[in-house]
DNA sequence: ACGGAACCGGATAGCCCTTTCCGGTTCGGC
DNA sequence: GCCGAACCGGAAAGGGCTATCCGGTTCCGT
């Protein structure tokens, strides 16, 4: 594992030590969620009323906290993948999972940086991603099988819906919180079937993977 | 007018820094395409084989820059859509302007960040943004009387093709450098008629100039 | 209630950014 | 070919970032 120092079995904190580090993982929670992964550690630590070192001693490095802040944002996104699987209606199922997990992004701008990158170092981070996008796989088939989602339609397209959410959520922000809304609707009927004429190939997969793994080590964008 | 040193009129430069100011923009123009508007000057000073008091004594601000480099594609902004409005079939003049801007916007990464950002100190920038703008209103009217363009399009969301667009391009960049057509493709079919359904209200105007504002003054993303 | 390990946080290092300052150099009119 | 004005570029100021160091403090077993 390579979250070293936040094991469960590392051995116990001391009481303050246990206390700071709970401080920190919430108002990590609440810094990235309003300013994005590019908030700045030291502005973690104030919000947390801790100081910077023992920031940094309970995470060695920034994409530590981001691990440790997103790995329950991270169940929530599997979540709503199973509660889609769940779905009787296929075409529901499918359209309710992608506005939901837009709206995650849309509540949550760190959530949307971290969706739209990589960290490979942060284990749990990732498997999480790999359970999501297995179970989405499983969502794409049912929605064509059911006929309203186009057969052209490709896993890659949700990460393209993803960036380009992300990029207006980070845009519009606060000053235009519901522009997402408009943008993903689009998308969405535009999956729908039938389709209103072809469309280029879809990406490889591993290229894109590529692309997320260059927006991980950095800081998001301002 | 605000753009200072570079006035046509000002009176001429000594030869030498009439050369280099020649060098800075054409090296300023290579480093904004590669790498977008979050480019430091000192790499463009370096691109330019210039100190980079040199390149502060021409453009007083980075900003001013900008506004010198982009001017043309700007132009070219404006050509597109004459280009379109020229075109006899509305619908084709119509997607072909979005897919023109929007490669623009995949060839040049400095002017994908100029396209969703507003600098209201770079009056030559903003009356071309203006004048595309004018132009773009008509487009839209004439497709939407020739039926091919859903009733409910709103020019708000060329704005929100051009961020969705921005933040692919600078995602994907030189790793997925065609992912933004899939993107556009699918944007242009949720555009034409008939829709597959409603839409939530487009945003504001007002509220989405403030948004680009915002992304004035800042670098592009990183 | 005491001693040492664990923990704290301010100051600091090292890097990148935009913008300014200033001593040395080059141009160009005479 | 000389000389002043215009111009050059490196160095530095001022700010932000991640990450580390170290002297002082707090906890907790005994």
């Not at 929530?76 to 997990?101: R, S």
């Amino acid at each position: 594992m390579t979250t070293g120092p936040q094991q469960p079995d590392a051995q116990p904190l001391r009481s303050d030590a246990e206390r700071n580090r709970g401080r920190i993982v919430a108002a990590a929670r609440r810094v990235f969620e309003r300013d994005g992964l590019g908030a700045s550690m030291a502005s973690v630590a104030r919000e947390a009323g801790v100081g910077i070192a023992t920031l940094f001693r309970h995470f060695r490095t920034k994409e530590d906290l981001i691990a440790a802040v997103f790995a329950d944002r991270m169940d929530a996104y599997v979540t709503a993948v199973d509660d889609a699987l769940d779905d009787p209606d296929p075409w529901a199922g499918f359209t309710g999972f992608i506005e939901a997990v837009c709206a995650m992004q849309a509540a949550d701008r760190g959530f949307a940086d971290v969706l739209t990158a990589t960290f490979p170092a942060a284990e749990a981070l990732e498997q999480r991603r790999a359970a999501a996008y297995h179970g989405f796989l499983e969502l794409i088939a049912r929605a064509k099988e059911s006929g309203h989602l186009r057969e052209d339609f490709a896993s890659q397209d949700l990460v393209l819906v993803l960036i380009a959410n992300a990029g207006v959520v980070n845009f519009a922000g606060d000053t235009v919180p519901d522009a997402w809304r408009r943008l993903v609707a689009l998308l969405i009927q535009s999956f729908q079937a039938p389709a209103h004429g072809p469309l280029p190939d879809p990406p490889a997969d591993d290229a894109l993977y590529e692309a997320m793994l260059r927006a991980g080590p950095g800081a998001g964008p301002a």
